[in-house]
């Protein structure tokens, strides 16, 4: 079956501070895609990354950075240097054979001023 | 690039009324679109898939007759909530794929619809 779990529901840390938002998945699919969504109380989602499980380097977008982690199914999202626009919902999803997306449940991150 | 366009954004109406929420690629060809239910502080819910010119493919649960997708072109996929009732009021999705923009891969999204019903 595939599966993607977010464990923490709610995040909250202090401006400034660095946070890393915990993705596991399962796949028996040896080709796969990964990616992280951004919902703002706005509640449009907004696409972040995808990331194909072939391609095991780390990326980093400016404040965001990304470790994929094959041999622990791991896909987490560190945000460095934490901003108040950043407190949204954010998903971690996995396409599956019928270019559908599996959703984690999501983590609330909070960013306190 | 891929912005994707939904409207309303928000709308009241009574019991028994039907709804119909659109979904606009505005600059991509969305050979896929995606409609979704999401319930508050809740994960999005799959509801249909559907292709440019064929039915929609419907998740199991999801009622085809209440519910009915029309994706006419590349474009434009449309949602009506038929005869909608206090418990369709919810939060609804749309998102689109299609090239160039990641091909199949990647899902853009609509802003969503905030549908109550009185």
């Known amino acids: 079956a595939q599966k993607v779990t977010q464990a923490q529901t709610e995040i909250s840390v202090v401006e400034k501070e660095d946070v890393t938002l915990d993705c596991v998945y399962e796949?028996?699919?040896?080709?796969?895609?990964l990616f992280w969504y951004k919902q703002p109380p706005s509640g449009e989602l907004v696409f972040l990354i995808r990331r194909n499980s072939f391609d095991e380097q780390n990326e980093i977008s400016g404040r965001y950075s990304w470790n994929f982690q094959k041999s622990t199914s791991s896909f987490n999202f560190t945000i460095t240097a934490s901003q108040v626009v950043d407190s949204a919902v954010y998903f971690c999803a996995l396409l599956d054979s019928n270019y559908q997306l599996i959703w984690g449940a999501g983590t609330k991150l909070i960013i306190k001023p | 690039g891929a912005v994707v366009s939904q409207h309303p954004s928000w709308v009241i109406c009574k019991s028994g009324t039907s709804v119909k929420i659109e979904c606009r690629s505005l600059d991509f060809q969305a050979t896929t679109m995606f409609w979704y239910r999401q319930f508050p502080k809740q994960s999005l819910m799959l509801m249909a898939t559907s292709n440019e010119g064929s039915k929609a493919t419907y998740e199991q649960g999801v009622e085809k007759d209440k519910f009915l997708i029309n994706h006419a072109s590349l474009t434009l996929s449309t949602l009506t909530v038929t005869s909608a009732h206090p418990e369709d009021s919810s939060f609804y999705i749309c998102?689109?794929?299609?090239?160039?923009?990641?091909?199949?891969?990647?899902?853009?999204f609509g802003a969503g619809t905030r549908l109550s019903v009185l």
């Open positions: 796949t028996r699919d040896t080709t796969y895609y």
């Open positions: 998102s689109a794929s299609g090239p160039p923009q990641g091909g199949k891969n990647i899902q853009y």
